[in-house]
């Protein structure tokens, strides 16, 4: 009957999506453009002082010396700045790109893993990428953003999608794609960031998301996405 074959046809269909953030992301977003507003507009006479962006990379930003022999500011920060590093940023530009890629992340990561997980794995991915900066260079300049947390996204969304492809027989296809988009992402915030590129903080990242997502059932598969 046409009643029948319409409600089935319209069973099938996949609902619209909506652009608009999840909560957690939302969360994010807005706290760290906050950040990065506030120094901007201090940068420009607006507000405070033009001192505050150079106080907030001095206490809040990475800085490998500070696992060393450096004498921090307060007595936390060679641990604190695993964290608050990932909410600063060196500009507009860096902050725009970072921001683009969380609501295009989350927008697939949240539907999967849920707000908590998405958090977990942004907040411990960003400490990865803080260690693997300080495992892979000896640099005095100080590393911001929230990259290192964003390419652990990345991680954990690409283990989800080989975890269910391997199930399916192994796709060379999707491997030499996958390496490839990741080469393009780099290469893509090298040009954000004026060549400067702490691939050291995506790589740690990266893998500490990969590792994250071994510890999460999936809700769904790459096929809702």
Known sequence: MPGQEDTAIRSERQPVRSWRPSPIVLFILILTCGVELILQAADYGLIGSVRWRALAYQYG???VGLLDNWRPNYPAQPWVMFVTHQGLHASLAHLAGNMLILVLVGRILVERVGQGWFAAIYLISGIGGGLGFALLTNSTQPMVGASGALFGLVGAWKWQDWFFSAQQGFNRRSLVLDVFGLIVLNALFWFIQDGQLAWEAHLGGFLTGW????????????EAT
């Open 61 to 63: 930003a990475f800085w």
């Open 211 to 222: 590792l994250a997502a071994t510890l999460v059932i999936p809700r769904k598969g790459p």
